[in-house]
């Protein structure tokens, strides 16, 4: 049987499965062995990601680290 061929067929089989649950289960797998596995953004989606990178760039910005310190000295206040 040809790759061509056996595409066929499993579409035609998963065309009559009705399990919700099976067929998630196959998208799953499916998704893990797919080529297109290309995040597509909105264009809101881009512009968001650009003005944090120029705030990044810019050092508008506060460490992890520096928040942590923050929290633990609101926390003795308390």
Do not use: P, R
């Amino acid at each position: 049987m040809t790759t061509f061929q056996l595409k066929k067929l499993l579409i035609h089989q998963i065309s009559e499965i009705n399990d919700e649950v099976f067929l998630n289960a196959l998208k799953t797998i499916i998704d893990l062995k797919s080529k297109s596995n290309v995040l597509e953004l909105t264009e809101l989606q881009k512009e968001e990601i650009y003005q944090s990178q120029l705030e990044i760039k810019n050092g508008l910005y506060v460490a992890e680290s520096d928040l942590n310190e923050e929290f633990e000295s609101w926390k003795k206040e308390k």
